[in-house]
């Protein structure tokens, strides 16, 4: 079985370029060239068929009969009363879901996307991993997240990190085109240096990455700072320990110039103490040697896991200690705490309540 949404027969549009798409309406449509400039244009703004208003009626019905166009329908929405985060809860052309989070930033507005529905990489904290993965998205599935969000909120979206459900390595060409085709100078345009992409570690997908000519931010996430906490917690360790992952981390920075970001959860009890603090200050500084950040993530609950995130004090006390030993960190301020904006959690819920 396809390991991709389920054929429909029909051309997916939105996961063309617009040089793939000029091809196929003289091509597949028999039209004018510029016509495809005009749908492009159309659907970078969330436009459905019916409303791409100076096509003509038969060209409209044409696409209706050919094409896969949809952007996925808001399922659920929730908005924080405290910040503006809003995360919603998409579902797609067979009745999956993912979720998207929309963050109001001083520099701008980035929005959280998923590339796959679950993820099977396993890590025990993690609420989006509960029930596996059922399948990849589609690029058009990832970039209809960011079209839809900029269509519900009126706003224009400037970053994107791709840390919301499933690994994007995992689905990479998925997510590679979904790359190219976000930061389209004709399309959405936006910078691939305010992108991020997060991996819990595929070491072959980093690698390749650094060759894509894609200067994104690589965000790893590490969790922990030996190979037995690690695999404790996330079976991808099993398969690419500590030092051959910090090796591949090097190699993309030789390679792209572009600094890797860390995300480490605390986990209290677990990986939060001070000596936790300075042995991850060994492994970055020996294990990098080039500019590198840390960004330290008090874990958000998950009540069919049994961790629990550190208090404020201690993850404050365990950034004091890496950034004393010259390891540059942070603490990431939590958005949307009155709506549980960390990924997973909606759509767990979706799965056990199907209203």
Not at 91 to 120: P, W
Not at 283 to 303: A, D, F, Q, T, Y
Request: glycine share 8%; proline share 3%; charged share 25%.
């Amino acid at each position: 079985m396809d390991d991709n949404r389920p054929a429909v027969g029909r051309a997916d549009i939105l996961s063309m370029t617009l040089a793939e798409l000029t091809e196929f309406v003289k091509d597949g449509l028999g039209e004018p060239a510029y016509r495809a400039s005009q749908i492009y244009s159309w659907m970078q703004k969330g436009v459905m068929i019916d409303g791409m208003r100076n096509l003509p009626a038969a060209l409209r019905e044409k696409l209706k009969e050919k094409c896969e166009y949809r952007l996925p329908k808001i399922a659920k929405k929730l908005v924080s009363q405290i910040d503006g985060t809003r995360k919603y809860l998409f579902e797609l052309i067979d009745g999956e879901c993912v979720e998207s989070v929309f963050m109001k930033y001083e520099h701008g507005n980035t929005v959280c996307v998923s590339c796959q529905a679950g993820c099977r990489m396993g890590c025990r904290f993690c609420a989006s991993t509960l029930k596996g993965r059922k399948r990849n998205l589609t690029p058009s599935e990832i970039l209809g997240q960011v079209t839809a969000i900029g269509a519900d909120t009126g706003e224009r979206v400037g970053g994107i990190v791709m840390m919301g459900i499933g690994e994007p390595l995992d689905n990479y060409d998925a997510a590679v085109k979904f790359l190219r085709l976000v930061s389209a100078e004709e399309g959405l345009n936006i910078g691939l240096r305010h992108i991020s992409v997060s991996t819990c570690g595929i070491v072959p997908g980093i690698r390749r990455l650094a060759h894509e000519g894609l200067p994104v931010t690589l965000s790893v996430s590490l969790h922990a700072s030996n190979d037995e906490e690690r695999s404790s917690i996330m079976p991808i360790n099993n398969k690419y320990h500590i030092a051959e992952l910090m090796e591949a981390c090097r190699y993309y920075f030789e390679t792209t110039g572009r600094r890797v970001s860390f995300e480490y959860t605390l986990i209290a009890g677990k990986n939060d103490s001070s000596d936790d603090a300075r042995r991850l200050a060994s492994l970055i500084k020996s294990g990098m040697r080039s500019p590198c950040h840390v960004n330290l993530i008090r874990l958000n609950e998950v009540k069919e896991t049994p961790f629990s995130g550190s208090a404020k004090a201690r993850a404050d006390a365990f950034c004091d200690t890496l950034n004393s030993l010259g390891v540059t960190a942070t603490v990431r301020r939590r958005l949307g705490a009155d709506i549980n904006a960390s990924c997973g959690q909606l759509r767990l819920s979706a799965a056990k309540d199907p209203e």
